[in-house]
């Protein structure tokens, strides 16, 4: 039951799966690096799953709360309600969009 519920608090909301691993991607592309070369924080990142498992576990559902809070500019409580209460919507969408092979969604845009 952790899992589960680490998993719907690591989900940002109504950008969903699909968003995340574009969120995770452009993290990863732009501060992969410099986190690997924070010895002090690599070393403590081992305790949450390295470098991915902070990125996806922390990193995201943070991006994911700030983009939520522009997006409707509102302050992070109702933010995070938004983010909580579109979960579901998030997966549903990001099935359509990963099984849609005409998607107007371009992945390779720059972070």
Known sequence: ????????????????P??????SDCIL?????????NEMLYEQLKFCGGVVG???S???PEVG?????????????????IM???????????NIAESDDDSDIDDDSEC
């Open 54 to 56: 902070y990125i996806s």
């Open 18 to 23: 699909h968003g995340a691993n574009i969120i």
């Open 58 to 60: 922390v990193l995201v």
């Open 65 to 81: 709360l700030c983009l939520i809070m522009e997006d409707f500019n509102v302050l992070k409580p109702v933010a995070r309600q």
């Open 84 to 94: 909580k209460g579109s979960i579901a919507y998030g997966r549903l969408v990001g």
């Open 29 to 37: 592309s732009n501060l992969a690096d410099e986190i690997r070369l």
């Open 1 to 16: 039951m952790t899992r589960i519920n680490s998993f719907k608090d690591s989900q940002p909301g109504y950008y969903g």
